[in-house]
């Protein structure tokens, strides 16, 4: 049972088939907000599965776990937690969220102390997750919108070029959609590819390459183009220019002088690749000529919510606005007439306008033992990755999939 459930629940991590109960708090402004309702997901259904089996099998017991929160660091934590709902705008919404933040605390808790089986089912579960992700968003894209059918089931939203909202990217001055997969937007999907590929990479790429057998190596060059491909079609600039430059910095990190010719190689191809494209887009051609259509107020859009975010911290800086409240209070903050009812592109930004600085505080104290145990050097990437999309999007912080993701690498690492 406890097999069946951890390789249940790890398997639906991309997936988002959900039930939602919407409550009163959850329309701002005439508008029905989807981060404000309650969700019930399968994957919470097969995670409680999986729980219950670490109950059932001894590896859990409820008295230890009562004795983890009866000290007095349990209690201010409790307390904080109390006030920011009180003090919430939409307390219903603030009550769920930290019932979230508990969940993805117990599932790192949980991820760690059975570290050795979920690395051994990851190995090829991610397989799954990122050649299924990537050639769904293949199809996506040359269907020109959603599928539909099982994979609606699945979490693909409905969406056809001409929605309205809906991520586009121009090539070779032809609309594209860009790949959803099964996830809400394309930089939720491109942030999930990059983290989950390279954790894989990183644990797998040395026992697959000093393998003699030839099918893994193929496997393993498979599931590597795959993550690539899913990362391109999602269209995410940042996580294009990301993926660039780690892989430059791997190759630099893994230098040896007996690769000296292969890096040079690689360095020349890249070389002329960038030359060939600079002599096809002459003087006569512009670079958004061939590669464009992305929302041109992107980052006006980003800086109006960053603008926000400011203006709420400095009302309620210790305690915050409420979890999970930074669209409840965002027409009270906004700036001007910005109208974009999303939380802000900044997790930084989004955590403190919403737990405040004595949440940030609590979460650091809680966690000071593994953070002096965090093995900087050696997990570079985890930061890179999840820091610098972090500055310039929400999901690791809103979306399921990413959240899941990011609990089970840290969890892991």
């Not at 992700?133 to 269907?143: K, S, T």
């Not at 893994?254 to 060939?276: E, V, W, Y």
């Not at 930004?349 to 737990?355: A, G, K, P």
């Not at 033992?369 to 999309?389: A, D, P, Y």
């Amino acid at each position: 049972m406890e097999r069946f459930f951890t390789i249940f629940w790890l398997l639906l991590i991309p997936t988002q088939l959900g039930k939602h109960f919407w409550l009163l708090e959850s329309s701002v402004m005439g508008v029905r907000v989807d981060y404000l309702s309650i969700i019930l997901y399968l994957t919470d259904i097969v995670w409680l599965g999986w729980v219950w089996t670490q109950f059932r099998n001894g590896r859990l017991e409820i008295r230890n776990e009562i004795k983890k929160l009866s000290n007095f660091q349990s209690f201010i934590m409790l307390l904080l937690v109390g006030v920011n709902i009180i003090l919430a705008t939409a307390k219903w919404v603030a009550l769920y969220r930290w019932l979230r933040v508990g969940q993805w605390w117990w599932t790192w808790q949980l991820v760690r102390e059975n570290k050795t089986e979920i690395k051994k089912y990851l190995k090829w579960v991610v397989p799954i997750w990122i050649i299924l992700e990537a050639f769904l968003g293949l199809a996506q894209v040359i269907n020109g919108g959603s599928l539909n059918g099982l994979w609606w089931w699945l979490g693909e939203r409905r969406f056809t070029y001409g929605g309205i909202g809906i991520a586009q990217m121009r090539f070779l001055d032809e609309g594209w959609i860009r790949a959803y997969g099964t996830f809400s937007h394309p930089n939720s999907l491109a942030g999930f590819l990059l983290l989950i590929w390279w954790f894989w990479k990183k644990e797998i790429k040395n026992e697959i390459l000093n393998s003699k057998n030839q099918l893994k190596k193929m496997f393993y060059w498979m599931v590597n183009w795959s993550a690539v491909l899913g990362i391109i079609l999602a269209g995410s600039r940042t996580v294009w220019g990301l993926t660039v430059v780690m892989l430059v910095v791997e190759q630099i990190l893994n230098f040896k002088a007996q690769n000296l010719k292969k890096i040079i190689g690689k360095g020349l191809l890249f070389s002329g690749t960038i030359m060939l494209t600079l002599g096809i887009i002459n003087i006569n051609y512009n670079v958004g000529d061939f590669v464009g259509g992305w929302d041109m107020q992107g980052f006006q859009k980003r800086e109006m919510l960053g603008l926000a975010a400011i203006r709420m911290i400095k009302t309620s800086p210790l305690f915050g606005k409420g979890a999970g409240n930074f669209i409840v209070n965002l027409p009270k903050f906004r700036v001007n007439s910005f109208y974009w009812i999303q939380p802000v592109h900044n997790i930084f930004l989004l955590i403190w306008s919403e737990i405040g600085i004595l949440g940030i505080i609590m979460f650091l104290v809680m966690g000071a033992e593994r953070l002096k145990r965090f093995k900087w050097k050696k997990e570079w990437w985890f930061l890179v990755i999840v820091g610098v999309t972090g500055m310039l999007d929400h999901y690791w912080l809103t979306l399921p999939q990413n959240t899941w993701v990011l609990a089970i690498i840290l969890g892991l690492i």
